[in-house]
């Protein structure tokens, strides 16, 4: 079982970047494919990116694509996420979360992930 710590969230404005970190520990992190979601208040929670366990093949949702940038260091046992050209409608929860065996049509879906960290806010003012 892999247990996940997101962290990096902050308040920044329009226009402007953050990194975004998970972090995992208690198992085989190379043998996870790792996703981020996020989630406003209201609203249904959403795929952002996803990065695969083996050969780092990566999606990314339609609202950030050409903006956010997924990767992984299996060294250091965590997944980034770079956000560029922040909007306020990026505004929300940032959960990341693990999976040991997916398909690839359900990358970006929630309930293809059995493990989650427990979130991080990011405020886009603007």
């Known amino acids: 079982e892999v247990q996940l710590q997101a962290s990096g969230g902050g308040l920044v404005q329009a226009g402007g970047s953050l990194r975004l970190s998970c972090a995992a520990s208690g198992s085989r992190f190379r043998d996870y494919t790792i996703a981020w979601f996020r989630q406003a208040p209201g609203k249904e929670r959403e795929g952002v990116s996803s990065?695969?366990?083996?050969?780092?093949?990566?999606v990314y949702g339609d609202s950030v694509k050409g903006r956010f940038t997924i990767s992984r260091d299996n060294a250091k046992d965590t997944v980034y996420l770079q956000m560029n050209s922040l909007k306020p409608e990026d505004t929300a929860v940032y959960y990341c979360?693990?999976?040991?065996?997916?398909?690839?049509?359900?990358?970006?879906?929630?309930?293809?992930?059995?493990?989650w960290g427990q979130g991080t806010q990011v405020t886009v003012s603007s």
């Open positions: 979360a693990a999976s040991k065996t997916i398909i690839a049509s359900s990358l970006l879906r929630y309930s293809s992930y059995a493990y």
């Open positions: 990065i695969r366990s083996r050969g780092g093949s990566t």
